[in-house]
C-alpha cells in the first residue's frame, strides 16, 4: 500500500500528546502486626479445633494426621497475617497444642454423646469434667506425638508464611 503523505517521523506531530506512564501500584500492606496475628491465630485455633473434633467424631476415630493440618493452619494464619514477628510461630505452636486438645475433646464429646444418647453440646458443656477425665485415660505415646507434631507444623507453618 501506498500513502499519499510520507510520514514525518516525528508521532507527535499532528498534535498527539505523548500517554503518561501508568501510576505505580500502591505499596504492599505492612505485615507486621502481631496483635492482628495473634487473633488470627486464635480463630483458625478454634475453627481448626471444630472442624477437627467434628470431623474425627464423625467417623468415630481420632484423625492424628490432621494435627498437623491443624498445626499449619493456625501458623499459616499467624504468618500470613502477623508478619514475620518471632513471637508468632511459637504463638502458633502453643496455639495449635491447644486446639488439638480442644478437638479430641469435641470428638469425645461427640462419641459419648451418640453412646449416651444426649446430645454432644451438653455433655461437652455440662460435664466437661467427665470428658477430661476420658480424655487422661486414653493418653498414649501417639497422642504427645500428635501434638508435637501439631506444634512443629504451626511453628514452620507461620515462618514460611511470614517471607
Known amino acids: 500500500m ?3 503523505v510520507p510520514p514525518s517521523g516525528n508521532p507527535f506531530a499532528e498534535g498527539a500528546a505523548p500517554q503518561p506512564y501508568p501510576a505505580a501500584p500502591p505499596p504492599a500492606p505492612v505485615r507486621d502486626n502481631v496483635g ?3 487473633l488470627a491465630a486464635f480463630v483458625a485455633a478454634l475453627v481448626a479445633a471444630a472442624a477437627y473434633g467434628g470431623i474425627a467424631g464423625a467417623v468415630e476415630r481420632e ?4 494435627a498437623v493440618g491443624v498445626g499449619f493452619l493456625v501458623g499459616l494464619a499467624a504468618g500470613k497475617v502477623g508478619g514475620a514477628s518471632p513471637a508468632l510461630p511459637v504463638a502458633g505452636a502453643v496455639l495449635s497444642l491447644g486446639a488439638v486438645y480442644l478437638g479430641e475433646l469435641i470428638l469425645l464429646a461427640i ?4 453412646e449416651l444418647g444426649v446430645p454432644a453440646t ?5 460435664h466437661f469434667d467427665v470428658i477430661t477425665a476420658a480424655w487422661k485415660e486414653g493418653l498414649g505415646p501417639l497422642t504427645f506425638l500428635f501434638f508435637g507434631l ?12 511470614a517471607r
Open 2 to 4: 501506498s500513502q499519499s
Open 111 to 114: 462419641i459419648g454423646g451418640k
Open 63 to 66: 484423625i492424628g494426621w490432621a
Open 150 to 161: 501439631a506444634a512443629f507444623a504451626a511453628f514452620s507453618g507461620a515462618k514460611k508464611a
Open 122 to 126: 451438653e455433655l461437652f458443656f455440662d
Open 36 to 38: 492482628l496475628g495473634l
